[in-house]
Structures are given as structure tokens and as C-alpha cells.
């Protein structure tokens, strides 16, 4: 679900603008109706609601970090509605696009890790960019140009990732999937040749655990 989410917080507003600009052929006939009959009303272009609905929701959000813990997370997203509601109802923005908005950032605290959801906010702006000038031509740039940044990355000497981008056969027991701990016996090979084995044979429940 993370991995899902990540995706979802990435690309969701750059898709949603590159679909509805350039690629509405994409959309089923009675969405692609109700989307046009929500924006009717609206003065500004696709590219233009989602900056709007995403800055004022990363500013929320950290307003909400600087408040006191007790009324922080409240404000931030009883705002967000607030706003977005009263936004809409002004013809500002429309509402398929407050629902992108909102699942986009409810998507993004499903990271962990707040460097990488930090990673993930500031991405999302020239990836929006890219949609709305070049369509879904421009999202898949923007996905090749990140693997093309994140495989030349390295982690003290190991490929960032690693085993994905190497191939290799023993490492991939602890990528997505992970193995029973009694499979993986060796160590990855960029640790160096030093000790390969990890651990011993007979650790399989059920084995003589006498052995070497």
C-alpha cells in the first residue's frame, strides 16, 4: 500500500491535468460530462486550479506543523475542507479537482519516512509542469528522468537500487517479497568477498540444529 500511495501522491494531480488538457479521449464519456459540467463555472485552466488547491494545502500543512500538537493536525485539515469547499462554491476551483488535491495528500502521509514525503511534495510541482505542457509524454519523462537519477545513486559504495537495477539472484530473497531467514544464506555481494556466507545450513525449523 505504501509503494501504491507513493505512486498515487507522485503522479495523481500531473495525470489528472495531463488527461483532462491533452488526452480527454482517455476519460469515459459520462465522467469526461460531469468533469466539463463542474468546470463550467471555473475562469482558470487545469494547470492553474492544481497549483492553487496545492500550495494552499502544502501552506496549511505547515502551518499545522508549527502550531501546538493539540490543534495542529485539526487545523491543518478542517482548513484544507474549509477552504476547498468555499473555493469550489466561489467557482474558483472545481470539484473533481479538490478530490485529487485531497486524495494526493492524504497519499503522501502514508510515507514513512519524512525526507523522502519532503522529496515527494517538492517533485510533484515540476512533474505538475511537465503534464500540463507536454501531456502524459511529459509524467513519463518525469518518471524516466527520476529512475534515471535514483540508479546512479550510491549508498556507501551499493547502488541505491540495488538488487532491482543489478540482477542479481540472491539479493532479490529480501526486495519486495522477503524469504524465510533460513533461505538467506548469503551475504549481497557489494558487501565484498570477505565471510560470503551469512549463516549456517541447518537453521530450517525442523532440521538438527547440531550440525556445524
Known amino acids: 500500500m505504501r509503494f501504491l500511495f507513493l505512486t498515487i501522491a507522485l503522479f495523481l ?12 479521449e482517455m476519460v469515459p464519456t459520462d465522467l469526461l460530462l460531469s468533469i466539463a459540467s463542474s468546470r463550467e463555472t471555473v475562469p482558470f485552466p487545469a494547470f492553474v486550479e492544481v497549483m492553487i488547491m496545492e500550495i494552499a494545502f502544502e501552506a496549511l500543512r ?13 487545523v491543518s485539515i478542517v482548513g484544507a475542507l474549509v477552504i476547498g469547499q468555499a473555493a469550489v462554491q466561489a467557482g474558483i476551483v472545481s470539484a473533481p479537482m479538490l478530490i485529487v488535491v485531497s486524495i494526493t495528500g492524504i497519499a503522501s502521509f502514508m510515507v514513512p519516512r519524512y525526507s523522502v514525503g519532503l522529496a515527494i511534495r517538492l ?14 509524454i511529459g509524467v513519463m519523462l518525469a518518471l524516466i528522468l527520476i529512475i534515471i537519477h535514483l540508479s546512479t545513486l550510491r549508498s556507501f559504495g551499493v547502488p541505491y537500487l540495488s538488487p532491482i537495477n543489478t540482477l542479481q539472484k540472491h539479493p532479490f530473497k529480501d526486495t519486495i517479497f522477503r524469504s524465510p531467514l533460513w533461505k538467506m544464506k548469503s551475504r549481497p555481494h557489494f558487501t565484498g568477498n570477505y565471510k560470503e556466507k551469512r549463516q549456517g545450513t541447518n537453521l530450517k525449523p525442523g532440521q538438527n540444529q547440531a550440525g556445524d
Open 123 to 136: 517533485l510533484r510541482f515540476p512533474i505538475i509542469l511537465l503534464g500540463a505542457s507536454l501531456g502524459l
Open 62 to 74: 505547515e502551518a499545522g506543523i508549527r502550531l501546538p500538537k493539540q490543534v495542529g493536525s485539526a
Open 13 to 24: 494531480p500531473s495525470s489528472y491535468v495531463a488527461i483532462t488538457t491533452f488526452h480527454q
